[in-house]
Structures are given as C-alpha cells and as structure tokens.
C-alpha cells in the first residue's frame, strides 16, 4: 500500500461515472421488475436513500439463496454508500470471481482501493476495466488519478490525452486544467501553457489557473506573461510566493519600483502573519 496523506483531484469525480454504470440496465434487473425481484426492489430503495432496507431486502435475498453476481454487486454497493469498505470489497470479490469482466463491479473496486490508498491494486482493477470497455473508455480519468497519485505524470497525462481523442467535447475546463497541471509536473511548460489557456477559454472563473499558467510562463522567463498571471491569481489570493514570483519577474523587466513595492507587502504579510501566530519559545508541555 502507499501511504499517501492526499488524494489528487482528477478521481473524485468519478464516482458519478461509477455510480452512473451502476444503474444503468440491464446491470442487475430491469426497473419494471421491482416490485418482484429483490434486486432490484433494493436497488429502488437504494436511489431513495434508505440504506438499511435495502441492505436487509438483498441479505434476505442471497440468504435465501440467490446466488447471482447481481446480488453481490447490489449488496457491495450498498456497502460501500454505509462506508463499509471491508464487506463491498469481500463481495466485490465474489462477483469479480463469477463474472470476471463486470465493469461495474471492476471500476467500484478501485474506486474504494484509490480511496483505501491502495494504489497498486486500483490501478489493476481499472485497468482490467478499461480493457474490458475498450481504449475509449471514460475510465481512463480514473486511472490518470491514480498515476498522479504515482507520481508517473506521464502515463496519466497518456491517458487523459487518449480519452478526449476521438472526442474533442470530452476537452471540459477540467480536464483540460488537470492536463495543463499533469504536462507542467512532467517539466513540459509549453503543453502545461497550452492545455492551461484552453481551460481559460472554457471556464475564465477557474482562478488557480492563473496560477499555475504563471508558474509555466515564468519556468519559460516569459516574465511579462507570468507577472499578469500572478496579477490575476492575487486578486483572488493574497499569496505571498505569488508577490515573491512577480518581484522576481519585475526584477527580469526592468521593474525594481515594482520589484521593491512587492517585496515591501510580501514583509507586511510575513509580520502579519508573525503577529498573529508567533514562533513558540516555551518548553513543550509534560517536560
């Protein structure tokens, strides 16, 4: 297991993926069948929220004997939305076993094994998935996340490029923000440059952008560029590494006016932030 304190932004999303696969037919037994198949009257109660019902009208179910991977799966998902991630991985298990290319049951394991951090093993259950669903599939998102989690920028920013592909309206604000970022860890400014102005266009409200595209600009000593940027970024935070980046581009322009009026907040921020939190001096307690 890697134990990582974070999780990175690109997989949180895709339990909305996950969940849409799940209730999608014939995934266990068609709506209309609800008022006779146990399945899929827990299912029903599921989508309305009223978890233990469901859980005791699927275990009555497979205790009485229903041993399809259908039940399984249902009472794995239900499992999983009470946060019990022990029980949804042991059914998960059960239904992978008897149904080795289900891709629901595939994708929910390594949702819950991303977010157990157990990368190794998310990594092969999507990846199993996604060979099952084809080189096309939506869940390469998934998989990027769990390479950034790596750290392997590369192979995630592959697969995000390989997801919008064949279809350039899968290039959202979000994906493409998340490419810029994946393209910059990777030391490839101008790609990080290119897919960060496209998220712009798409969403300009996206401030941390701003952010990031000044940090490429400035790695390329683009410094007028970087200096709007974190201009930009500074209305929304007042950040003091953004006051220090852009005296430093002003510095590279010719600007010590501005260079020095920079420094001068950045000091004001430091001091205020000594006020309000100053250095501890004193012992420890129970010394």
Not at 233 to 246: C, E, N, S, W
Request: hydrophobic fraction near 40%; aromatic fraction near 8%; include cysteine.
């Amino acid at each position: 297991m890697n134990c990582k304190s974070t999780r990175k932004s690109i997989p949180a999303a895709v339990s909305l993926v996950v969940m849409a696969w799940l209730w999608q037919t014939p995934l266990a037994v068609r709506a209309e069948n609800a008022g006779r198949d146990p399945v899929a009257r827990s299912a029903q109660l599921l989508t309305l929220k009223r978890l233990p019902e469901a859980l005791a009208v699927i275990n009555a179910d497979i205790e009485s004997g229903d041993k399809r991977w259908q039940a399984y799966l249902q009472r794995a998902t239900i499992y999983r939305a009470q946060n019990k991630t022990a029980e949804a991985l042991r059914d998960l298990d059960l239904v992978i076993k008897m149904e080795p290319r289900c891709i629901p049951a595939l994708v929910l394991h390594a949702e819950i094994d991303s977010k157990t951090l157990e990368d190794d093993r998310a990594l092969e259950y999507v990846s199993r998935a996604i060979s099952v669903d084809g080189k096309d599939s939506g869940f390469l998102v998934m998989r990027a996340g769990i390479y950034s989690d790596f750290g392997n920028y590369a192979a995630a920013v592959a697969d995000l490029e390989a997801y919008i592909k064949s279809h350039p309206e899968r290039a959202t604000a979000d994906i493409c923000r998340n490419m810029g970022q994946l393209y910059y860890k990777n030391n490839n400014a101008p790609k990080a440059i290119e897919f960060l102005s496209k998220a712009l266009a798409l969403h300009p409200q996206i401030n941390k952008v701003h952010q990031y595209r000044a940090d490429a600009y400035f790695d390329l000593k683009n410094y007028k560029a970087a200096a709007a940027d974190y201009t930009v970024a500074l209305t929304h935070v007042q950040a003091p590494d953004f006051y220090k980046k852009r005296a430093e581009c002003y510095d590279h322009l010719g600007q010590p006016l501005l260079a020095a009026r920079d420094r001068a907040t950045l000091k004001t921020i430091n001091q205020d932030a000594f006020i309000q939190a100053p250095f501890r001096t004193k012992e420890p307690r129970g010394k």
